[in-house]
């Protein structure tokens, strides 16, 4: 998580795409560099969700943080539409070969950080 934030750090990734959240440790480690304005999470569990904002809240970051409930790549479909861009894509696994055969995960739009 440290390595994580430190690449996050240096190039001053204002927007991340997290697939998978879990516990929503990293998330919240994201979002509390001052460069992170917006963290997507993109998590199935919908329990997950309910379990981590108290934790978001507690840390204060979670006006920074946009839990998407659902099939990722239902999700990816969704942010494509809304035109969203991201710096950074972290994924808690590793995508399918299926996802990246079909283009989902390439077909986000990565801005280059300045």
Same mark, same amino acid.
């Given at each position: 998580?440290?390595?994580? /934030?430190?690449?996050?750090?240096?190039?001053? %990734?204002?927007?991340?795409? $997290?697939?998978?959240?879990?516990?929503?440790?990293?998330?919240?480690?994201?979002?509390?560099?001052?460069?992170?304005?917006?963290?997507?999470? =993109?998590?199935?569990?919908?329990?997950?969700?309910? #379990? #981590?904002?108290?934790?978001?809240?507690?840390?204060?970051?979670?006006?920074?943080?946009?839990?998407?409930?659902? +099939? %990722? =790549?239902?999700?990816? +479909?969704?942010?494509?539409? $809304?035109?969203?861009?991201? /710096?950074?894509?972290?994924?808690?696994?590793?995508?399918?070969?299926?996802?990246?055969?079909?283009?989902?995960?390439?077909?986000?739009?990565?801005?280059?950080?300045?």
């Amino acid at each position: 998580m440290i390595a994580i /934030d430190h690449f996050v750090f240096f190039v001053k %990734a204002g927007t991340v795409l $997290e697939i998978g959240m879990f516990t929503g440790t990293t998330t919240v480690s994201l979002a509390l560099l001052p460069s992170v304005k917006k963290v997507v999470s =993109l998590e199935l569990e919908g329990y997950l969700k309910v #379990n #981590n904002t108290p934790y978001f809240e507690k840390a204060g970051v979670a006006h920074k943080i946009d839990v998407r409930i659902g +099939d %990722a =790549l239902t999700s990816l +479909d969704t942010l494509i539409k $809304e035109g969203a861009t991201f /710096d950074m894509v972290r994924f808690s696994q590793l995508p399918s070969p299926w996802s990246l055969q079909h283009g989902h995960a390439p077909t986000l739009i990565l801005r280059r950080c300045h």
